[in-house]
């Protein structure tokens, strides 16, 4: 895109926010004439409440019975009707210290009044808001937590249970809470006092006497069947109820017509997960695989490469390295709040991308109350890491918010002198500009400095070798090669809320990545099978990537049709500079079965192999719309248009290629619910990728490929607990690049693949403490068109069936509360080493075992866990040249401490 173009778009978009910070300046000054009332003032007027069993059996604050709690009856109040119009927006939650515990008030705009219906279960005190929804202007918009706000009291989550009911989850930590409830003009507040300062009785001023009350009559209320959950310590839980990543909206999962599966921060924390990969082994579907170096995390999704930058987004905006250090490479879970992963095309929101599925990186987001966590874990093979996360309000009235990420690893391996050191810095900073915008910037450095690994060769491995099997632990380069990265980034998030209805969203983000590599790599194996002839190479890149998205949302009824409408635009832009170097002499070969390092290597001169600039620029306009036929009847429509000018140069021969592509993508889709806890659904979607440097006899640049996939499910949450999705799926990828049979040395766009499939997968809570994070995935990946590999032929490394269950259970009440303990259990199948599907190149199934123990007492927390419990000799995925060696038995101890 040209500096005129990115000018205008960046005035278009300032002159919008111009108006909307015009229009919240003019908001503050009516809000600064207001005054509050006094909560002392209101605390006088509300009513104690003892024991919580049942909600009939609260006796309510006089002033705000009849508001918070309604019984059936003829006449609907009016501010019934409003709730009927539309669901309330809960925009602020505030926890409060007080005298006797803690407050905390659910905000509402222009005080709208709240129902609740509540149980509790143990210690826990659980309360659900029917007709309301959490939307909060900082941070996580949709989950509000209080870590031991006040002595006695564990826990506070407000979250959103369902696209229309809010839960207020209150944990005591030696018994139930006594709560409190009255209205104020900012919304419901709900006291807290912990049990063992309820037990105590009332002292009594001197010179006021007692007086006498008359009871009040009960409330009778809406009832509905008990729930139990019990909540310990810092806990999202295994079920993620809504996510944003298929719809850019907080969409449940239940109204998405594709399936969609969360990896939450509570699997992460007790998988005690480092980095993405770690992550994506919940996920079915999801084949991990590793490239040159090791270090760069690849994967396949629904037996497509899922490696290109447009598959792999940092809260919603691509995660491109500008080319340089291959996608996603060594990202750490330092910063990341949760993974979300999209089965399927998602070029109507995102662009160009790989048709097998899209992963978002969440990243955690400022708290409105302080949390400071230090978290420091150490294992075998001279593992070391640290982490420390803090946040909170950087003002009184909590305008401004802050979070700071920090973590550092140091790690050695079970492969030969492959050591691993990375920091990794996120600082965030979020602005409250008024009731209805919020600013928020975000930074992050992340560095990795670590040895070269490309893999095991094949013979000795999958091939039968003459001189024996060739041990995991093998290297085939030396101790003094290395592979170092630098990742810089940084942006902004401005949004503003014209209404309730109506809403603007605007990110930038500009990231900065370098490369640098000197390593030997095996290049062939001398017919002794034993001797590899190696050379040394060199890389080095520089890449840029700026990006800038907009969107518009708006909720309406045409009659009684609802709307959900999503407008937007999108511009990326990068750039890469790219050098390789390499040396084939004097570079000592190696012996794999007597290997001896550090020999001395003559100092030739490099050859330059290609030296190139190359970059892109995208302009992507799109637009969707869910409808709510009826309350159990929506369908999801989508169309994006996409334009993306190609160019690239070699630098050594000022050879010089340019491309213009543009598509069009679709999205329809289809939800009914015969039931509410029942999703049934069927979609079809579209993907393109560019087809680059392709090389046809009349000279024509190549089409993009394409995409297409026809999906169908169920969708199932079970008593608010578990969610659970089974999907059926043909996903076709067309116009591959195939050898021209009337052309020697040309290409054509003839060839096909094909995967179809089934995938399940659930998670969440079966009974208190016993969570379940669970997949399987059946995949049949074929060739079904081309010219030089038989049509029939099954996609390299992907399995037929793959499983995977983790499960934890911690211990809920007596002596040994806050014990608990996980068990993992992975299976992958059989696997073809290449698409000429050699017989003996198949890459053998396994079975892994992982295991957890660990305890939590109020802020702190200590793990054990085990990756490969019974030391199974498995490969993790084929590399670009040799085998990738899963690790042997591991141990890791993590302590971490809240405060």
């Known amino acids: 895109m040209k500096p005129k173009q990115l000018s205008q778009i960046l005035l278009l978009t300032s002159s919008v926010w111009l108006f909307c910070a015009m229009s919240v300046t003019a908001q503050e000054i009516a809000k600064s004439q207001i005054q509050s009332k006094s909560i002392a003032s209101l605390l006088r007027k509300s009513r104690i409440i003892r024991e919580i069993t049942q909600l009939n059996q609260i006796e309510l604050p006089n002033t705000s019975a009849r508001m918070l709690v309604q019984s059936p009856a003829p006449n609907v109040p009016?501010?019934?009707?409003?709730?009927?119009?539309?669901?309330?927006?809960?925009?602020?939650?505030?926890?409060?210290?007080?005298?006797?515990?803690?407050?905390?008030?659910?905000?509402?705009?222009?005080?709208?009044?709240?129902?609740?219906?509540?149980?509790?279960?143990?210690?826990?005190?659980?309360?659900?808001?029917?007709?309301?929804?959490?939307?909060?202007?900082?941070?996580?918009?949709?989950?509000?937590?209080?870590?031991?706000?006040?002595?006695?009291?564990?826990?506070?989550?407000?979250?959103?249970?369902?696209?229309?009911?809010?839960?207020?989850?209150?944990a005591g930590e030696s018994g139930l809470p006594t709560v409190e409830l009255f209205d104020s003009d900012e919304g419901l507040i709900f006291g807290l006092t912990p049990a063992a300062t309820a037990m105590q009785p009332p002292q009594q001023p001197e010179g006021e006497q007692p007086t006498s009350e008359t009871p009040q009559e009960k409330p009778s209320v809406q009832e509905d069947e008990p729930i139990e959950l019990v909540v310990t310590g810092e806990q999202d839980g295994y079920r993620?109820?809504?996510?944003?990543?298929?719809?850019?909206?907080?969409?449940?999962?239940?109204?998405?017509?594709?399936?969609?599966?969360?990896?939450?921060?509570?699997?992460?924390?007790?998988?005690?997960?480092?980095?993405?990969?770690?992550?994506?082994?919940?996920?079915?579907?999801?084949?991990?695989?590793?490239?040159?170096?090791?270090?760069?995390?690849?994967?396949?999704?629904?037996?497509?490469?899922?490696?290109?930058?447009?598959?792999?987004?940092?809260?919603?905006?691509?995660?491109?390295?500008?080319?340089?250090?291959?996608?996603?490479?060594?990202?750490?879970?330092?910063?990341?709040?949760?993974?979300?992963?999209?089965?399927?095309?998602?070029?109507?929101?995102?662009g160009s991308a790989a048709p097998g599925g899209t992963v978002n990186l969440v990243t955690k987001k400022p708290l409105r109350d302080p949390f400071y966590q230090v978290e420091a874990t150490i294992g075998n093979y001279d593992f070391y890491s640290g982490r420390v996360d803090l946040s909170g309000p950087l003002n009184d009235s909590k305008s401004v918010?802050?979070?700071?990420?920090?973590?550092?690893?140091?790690?050695?391996?079970?492969?030969?002198?492959?050591?691993?050191?990375?920091?990794?810095?996120?600082?965030?900073?979020?602005?409250?500009?008024?009731?209805?915008?919020?600013?928020?910037?975000?930074?992050?450095y992340a560095s990795i400095d670590a040895g070269s690994y490309v893999g095991l060769p094949t013979v000795g491995t999958v091939f039968p070798n003459p001189n024996g099997k060739i041990p995991r632990s093998?290297?085939?380069?030396?101790?003094?090669?290395?592979?170092?990265?630098?990742?810089?980034?940084?942006?902004?998030?401005?949004?503003?809320?014209?209404?309730?209805?109506?809403?603007l969203r605007n990110a930038f983000q500009v990231k900065f990545s370098t490369?640098?590599?000197?390593?030997?790599?095996?290049?062939?194996?001398?017919?002794?099978?034993?001797?590899?002839?190696?050379?040394?190479?060199?890389?080095?890149?520089?890449?840029?990537?700026?990006?800038?998205?907009?969107?518009?949302?708006?909720?309406?009824?045409?009659?009684?049709?609802?709307?959900?409408?999503?407008?937007?635009?999108?511009?990326?832009?990068?750039?890469?500079?790219?050098?390789?170097?390499?040396?084939g002499t004097g570079v000592p070969s190696l012996d794999i079965f007597d290997p001896i390092y550090n020999q001395p290597q003559a100092e030739e001169p490099f050859e330059i192999d290609f030296s190139s600039n190359?970059?892109?620029?995208?302009?992507?306009?799109?637009?969707?719309?869910?409808?709510?036929?009826?309350?159990?009847?929506?369908?999801?429509?989508?169309?994006?248009?996409?334009?993306?000018?190609?160019?690239?140069?070699?630098?050594?021969?000022?050879?010089?290629?340019?491309?213009?592509?543009?598509?069009?993508?679709?999205?329809?889709?289809?939800?009914y619910q015969p039931i509410p806890p029942i999703s049934l659904y069927a979609s079809y979607a579209r993907s393109f990728t560019p087809s680059l440097f392709g090389n046809s006899v009349d000279g024509r640049p190549f089409k993009p490929g394409r995409g297409t996939q026809y999906e169908v499910g169920v969708k199932a949450d079970l008593s608010n607990r578990l969610s659970a999705t089974l999907a059926f799926y043909d996903l076709t990828r067309t116009n591959v690049s195939t050898d021209d049979p009337n052309n020697l040395g040309f290409s054509i766009q003839t060839g096909e693949q094909r995967s179809r499939g089934i995938e399940f997968n659930i998670g969440g809570e079966i009974l208190p403490g016993l969570n379940v994070i669970a997949g399987y995935s059946y995949i049949d990946a074929q060739i079904t068109k081309d010219n030089?590999?038989?049509?029939?032929?099954?996609?390299?490394?992907?399995?037929?069936?793959?499983?995977?269950?983790?499960?934890?259970?911690?211990?809920?009440?007596?002596?040994?509360?806050?014990?608990?303990?996980?068990?993992?259990?992975?299976?992958?199948?059989?696997?073809?080493?290449?698409?000429?599907?050699?017989?003996?190149?198949?890459?053998?199934?396994?079975?892994?075992?992982?295991?957890?123990?660990?305890?939590?007492?109020?802020?702190?927390?200590?793990?054990?866990?085990?990756?490969?419990?019974?030391?199974?000799?498995?490969?993790?995925?084929?590399?670009?040249?040799?085998?990738?060696?899963g690790a042997p038995f591991t141990v890791r101890g993590t302590i971490s401490w809240e405060f």
């Open 78 to 170: 009016p501010y019934q009707e409003k709730i009927e119009g539309g669901v309330i927006q809960v925009t602020g939650v505030q926890a409060k210290p007080t005298q006797k515990g803690v407050e905390v008030i659910l905000q509402t705009t222009g005080g709208d009044k709240l129902q609740i219906t509540n149980r509790s279960a143990e210690n826990n005190f659980i309360a659900d808001i029917p007709n309301a929804q959490l939307r909060l202007p900082n941070g996580d918009a949709f989950t509000f937590r209080s870590q031991k706000p006040a002595e006695g009291i564990t826990v506070i989550t407000v979250t959103n249970l369902d696209a229309n009911t809010i839960r207020v989850t209150v």
């Open 240 to 350: 993620v109820p809504n996510a944003s990543t298929a719809t850019k909206t907080d969409t449940p999962l239940r109204d998405i017509p594709q399936s969609i599966q969360v990896v939450p921060q509570q699997v992460i924390r007790d998988q005690q997960a480092t980095r993405i990969e770690d992550a994506l082994k919940n996920v079915p579907g999801v084949t991990q695989r590793s490239g040159l170096y090791s270090s760069a995390t690849n994967f396949t999704i629904r037996g497509f490469d899922a490696s290109d930058s447009g598959n792999v987004l940092r809260d919603g905006l691509f995660d491109s390295a500008g080319g340089v250090t291959g996608q996603g490479f060594g990202t750490d879970l330092f910063n990341i709040d949760r993974v979300e992963v999209l089965k399927g095309p998602a070029s109507v929101l995102y």
């Open 515 to 583: 490369l640098d590599v000197d390593a030997v790599v095996a290049r062939s194996l001398d017919s002794d099978n034993r001797t590899l002839n190696r050379i040394r190479v060199t890389n080095e890149g520089d890449g840029e990537t700026y990006i800038l998205t907009t969107d518009l949302i708006g909720n309406f009824s045409t009659g009684s049709i609802k709307h959900q409408l999503l407008v937007g635009f999108d511009w990326n832009s990068d750039n890469t500079t790219y050098t390789r170097r390499s040396r």
């Open 614 to 671: 190359y970059g892109s620029d995208s302009l992507g306009i799109y637009i969707q719309d869910i409808v709510s036929l009826t309350s159990n009847l929506k369908l999801l429509l989508g169309l994006r248009y996409d334009t993306q000018d190609y160019n690239f140069r070699d630098l050594t021969s000022d050879f010089r290629y340019s491309q213009a592509d543009s598509a069009f993508s679709p999205r329809v889709g289809i939800v």
């Open 788 to 885: 030089v590999f038989p049509v029939g032929n099954r996609l390299n490394d992907v399995p037929y069936n793959s499983f995977n269950l983790w499960t934890t259970y911690q211990i809920q009440q007596g002596s040994l509360q806050g014990l608990g303990f996980g068990l993992g259990l992975f299976y992958v199948g059989e696997r073809q080493g290449d698409l000429d599907n050699t017989p003996t190149y198949v890459l053998p199934s396994y079975f892994r075992t992982d295991a957890a123990i660990f305890y939590q007492r109020g802020r702190y927390r200590a793990a054990l866990n085990f990756t490969n419990l019974f030391n199974v000799n498995y490969f993790e995925g084929i590399g670009d040249f040799e085998l990738i060696a």
């Open 474 to 503: 093998f290297n085939s380069g030396e101790p003094s090669d290395f592979v170092r990265t630098e990742n810089s980034r940084v942006g902004y998030r401005l949004e503003h809320q014209f209404s309730d209805n109506w809403s």
């Open 401 to 444: 918010l802050y979070r700071l990420n920090v973590g550092y690893e140091n790690s050695g391996s079970f492969i030969n002198f492959f050591d691993r050191q990375s920091l990794s810095i996120s600082p965030s900073l979020s602005f409250r500009l008024g009731d209805r915008t919020n600013l928020t910037l975000q930074g992050e």
